[in-house]
């Protein structure tokens, strides 16, 4: 197995299944857990994040398809997507950035239509190929209609795009919105825009406190 990425609660690994590409997702033992509460742990948020990628894509959302999950190993075997990511894509000139930030929108607007808060949507976590777009890295997501919860989305794609692309920061978030508004519909996205807005003035008032 190839490690592509060591995080800190679980390793990713690149390998075949079944003569497929795939991605090996390991939750490891954390030391400071009590052994048995860590392996309870372990394999709910296993179960938890391999129903959430069915989830999202039965409500139309391009994730990467499952191919094994193990409770006991703690372990998610999914389809690997070779494509480019988003962070990569922004940063080149040239690219068609309004029609790829429309359907990113799309694919968040689906999402939290399916009751889904992905819970670390930045640049980096999007994917596009021929295909399309295409959401990854579901460790951190839950089920949720809150509109809070989906506008702590938003605001992450926002905050992302103004730390690592300020240049282009507003026209992409725009096109997104588009998107966005698209997909959900326009009383939706002004109820979860003007809870974004909350979200923010909160964040500025504690940093002045």
């Known amino acids: 197995m190839k490690l592509v990425y060591r995080g800190a609660e679980a390793d990713i690994f690149s390998d075949e299944w079944a003569g497929e590409k795939a991605i ?11 052994p048995e509460l860590d392996a309870e742990i372990r ?5 938890r994040e391999a129903e959430i990628l069915h989830d999202a894509k039965s409500s139309g959302v391009s994730t990467p398809s499952l191919y094994y999950v193990s409770q006991r190993e703690s372990l998610i075997v999914m389809e690997e997507i070779e494509g480019t990511r988003l ?3 922004l940063e ?14 799309i694919a968040v ?26 959401l990854i890295d579901f460790g951190l997501a ?8 989906h506008a702590v989305d938003l605001r992450l794609i926002k905050e992302t795009l103004i730390g690592a692309h ?12 588009k998107g966005y508004t698209r ?5 939706r996205a002004r109820t979860v825009g003007r809870k974004l807005i909350e979200i923010e003035r909160r964040g500025r008032y504690a940093r002045l406190e």
């Open 92 to 105: 080149s000139p040239g690219r068609d950035r309004a029609r790829v930030s429309t359907e990113f929108g």
């Open 166 to 177: 300020a240049e282009i920061a507003a026209r992409v978030m725009s096109s997104f919105v």
């Open 142 to 149: 839950t089920h949720s209609i809150r509109v809070e919860d």
């Open 183 to 187: 997909e959900v519909g326009e009383a």
């Open 109 to 134: 607007g689906r999402l939290h239509l399916g009751g889904i808060m992905h819970g670390d949507l930045t640049t980096s976590n999007v994917l596009l190929d021929d295909g399309g777009v295409h």
């Open 87 to 89: 962070k990569s894509f």
């Open 43 to 47: 394999a709910q948020r296993t179960v």
């Open 24 to 34: 090996f997702k390991f939750r490891k033992p954390l030391p400071y857990r009590h």
